[in-house]
């Protein structure tokens, strides 16, 4: 099979080197057992490439399994990757076959693998070398042949040096690296892959295809990307979705690249250098406690909005469209933009469909886990201002009336 067939088949859009190399080599090494890891920035189009893998060798009639070590609690992860036996925790009814046994003759997907608990990685290094493993709750030697493809976004040596990845490990799992490069290094990849989700979103949304002006696409191009490809598909999807005028200009665009830094940032930050000790989880925690409020008044609004009038008309469309964008453009970098437990995967489930049950105890859930964290800051401050109010409410950028009535409501003393 040739590059071009390999793209045509897995739908990978794009004509730079260095993407060609990448496929080239995951095309050489599928025929062969080894393993593999794939590293690359967040959004730059890891996963298919253990799919090429997989489909391209004598394994390809087996079983593919993907497994995302970051989305498995820390407790299970063993369980569900080598099994578990009758009774081995106090949940454990059945005897249950982990993924390895499952993946026995094809190929197990390991998806951020960096994240993989210390105890386990002691299993899975066992399981490459021997291919022997035990499952939990059971002292019997069991054997698996599953390939082993790993992806990894982070700094692997980083995490190597914090003592959070065994070094024996990653020798073991790096036996064949692939480079997925950003984004921004393969301009030329970008406009292909902008005509191609343009295209896709104008047939999903069945509205005409967005087009961009020589300006426009130059300034496309030269975009930073931080969130690779995944960044570039939201973006391409919002223009889609909220303009009207379907010929993007330069001026349209750059209101859909959000500046480099996240804006409410360097704000904290200036404050934490005037007040000292701060701690980054702190100013993190408020940064995430502006962000969460802001979306639980976007919330109120909606769930106000549709119980008001149980329709959302045609003229509300633009002004929602308004909200949705700034929130994009807010916490919509790297990740899928919007993923803060909040109801809406596009813009569109908002914009052209009304959900039918209105999620009221979620913002009510969410607000409580708010207050939790509004306790603990104000807490905190006044603790380091020593019970003064005027330096702890100016901290925490409140009013000291705001404060006095805080201090009120969760009773502190
Ligand atoms: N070369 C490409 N052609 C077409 N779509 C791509 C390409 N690279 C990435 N994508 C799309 O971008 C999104 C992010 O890719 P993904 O593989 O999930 O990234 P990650 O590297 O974070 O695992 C997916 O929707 C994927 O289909
Ligand atoms: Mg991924």
Known sequence: MTIQEIKNRFGIIGSSPSLDRAIDIAKQVAPTDLTV??????????????????????????????????????GTIDSELFGHEKGSFTSAHEARKGYFEVANGGT?????????????????????????????????????????????????????????????????????PINVPP???????????????????????????????TEAEGLL???????????LKNITEQISVIEKQRDITADIMRTYLPQQQVSQLPMVMNNSVQGGDFSERDLLYKVLFDMKKDLTDLKKIVVDLIENDNQLNQDFLPE??????????????????IQLGYNTSTPTTVVQKVPEKIPVQEV??????????EED?????????????KKAAKELGISERTLYRKITEYDIK
């Open 183 to 213: 984004l921004r290094e393969r301009k030329q990849d970008i406009f292909l892959l902008f005509r191609k989700f343009a295209s896709d979103f104008s047939t999903k949304y069945r509205m005409p295809t967005i087009k961009l002006d």
């Open 377 to 389: 800051m104000i807490r905190k401050a006044l603790e380091k201002y020593k019970g003064k109010r």
């Open 221 to 231: 191009s030269n975009y930073y990307f931080q969130g690779n490809v995944r960044q």
């Open 37 to 74: 890891l794939i590293t690359g920035e967040s959004g730059t189009g890891k996963e298919v490439f253990p799919q090429i893998i997989h489909a391209l060798s004598a394994r390809k009639h087996g079983q593919y399994i993907a497994v995302n070590c970051g989305a498995i609690p820390e």
């Open 320 to 337: 929602n469209a308004q909200i949705i964008k700034k929130l994009y453009q807010e916490v919509g970098t790297a990740e899928s933009p």
């Open 108 to 176: 197990i997907f390991l998806d951020e693998v960096a994240e993989m608990p210390l105890a386990t990685q002691a299993r899975l290094l066992r399981v490459l070398e021997t291919g022997e493993f035990i499952k939990v709750g059971s002292s019997k030697v069991l054997k698996t042949d599953a390939r082993v493809v790993a992806a990894t976004n982070v700094n692997i040596q980083q995490a190597i040096e914090k003592g959070k990845f065994r070094e024996d490990l990653y020798y073991r799992l790096n036996t064949v």
């Open 364 to 373: 009510e859930e969410a607000n409580l886990s708010l207050q939790g964290v």
